[in-house]
């Protein structure tokens, strides 16, 4: 079936520190992923997409890689600040054309 | 600014006493979906709408409605809520034509008693 996870529930990193994150995907057929951020009291925002025509994707200050061939998605903050704690959580499009997303992992940046 | 507006944010009722939370987007969106958020679970979809006058079950629509007559608005009605019922629900939006980032709102934490 189709489904979505992540590897570790809770990160903790130091502020300025690289995070990676990481997710697994077991549907072989997804074809687009994304990645959310999610505050504590807000609703999730999308951070970054991928498409599985490429292996890597840049934004500001993060980076989605997509390994195919074992079904690994993470996601690279660079210079972890205190404003990037939140729950992150990936995502990626079903062939029903319906989102599956994962558990999520929250990031917790200490000075 | 685009985006998801849901009411009430917060929500504490009893069993039994028929409620409905509102969802409005201004983005001219097709697609709207209503997600329950618990604790180890993730997010999960009850019920999803390609458009007007379209709506179809998600993967978790026991003991819940809604109704899409108008574009931007996309209600989520328990008739008789229950406090399994209780959970951080989120409507969320997107263009279906030509992308699929989904835009959520700030989500509803509602608590049945």
């Known amino acids: 079936g189709e489904s979505v996870g992540l590897h570790l529930p809770t990160l903790s990193v130091q502020e300025g520190d690289n995070s990676i994150i990481n997710c697994a995907y077991s549907?072989?057929?997804?074809?687009?992923f994304i990645w959310y951020k999610q505050e504590s009291g807000k609703g999730p925002q999308f951070i970054i997409d991928?498409?599985?025509?490429?292996d890597k994707r840049q934004g500001q200050r993060v980076t989605v890689l997509l390994n195919k061939t074992v079904k690994h998605l993470s996601l690279q903050i660079a210079a972890t600040q205190p404003g990037d704690s939140a729950v992150y959580f990936c995502?990626?499009?079903?062939?029903?054309?319906?989102?599956?997303f994962g558990t999520g992992t929250r990031l917790q940046v200490f000075p | 600014e685009a985006q998801v507006t849901q009411n009430p944010r917060y929500l504490i009722t009893v069993t039994g006493k028929k409620l409905t939370v509102t969802c409005s987007q201004n983005?001219?969106?097709?697609?709207m979906s209503w997600y329950r958020q618990d604790p180890g679970l993730g997010l999960r979809q009850i019920y999803y709408?390609?458009?007007?006058?379209?709506?179809d079950k998600g993967d978790v629509p026991e003991g819940y409605k809604v109704s899409r007559k108008e574009k931007r608005n996309f209600p989520l009605i328990l008739e008789s809520p229950s406090p399994n019922q209780t959970s951080l629900y989120f409507c969320?939006?997107?263009?279906?034509?030509?992308?699929?980032?989904?835009?959520f709102g700030s989500g509803t934490q509602l608590s049945v008693l």
């Open positions: 969320a939006s997107r263009d279906r034509a030509t992308n699929e980032k989904l835009f």
């Open positions: 549907n072989s057929a997804s074809d687009y």
């Open positions: 991928i498409r599985s025509n490429m």
């Open positions: 995502a990626g499009l079903g062939p029903t054309d319906k989102l599956i």
């Open positions: 983005m001219n969106h097709e697609y």
């Open positions: 709408s390609m458009n007007v006058e379209v709506t």
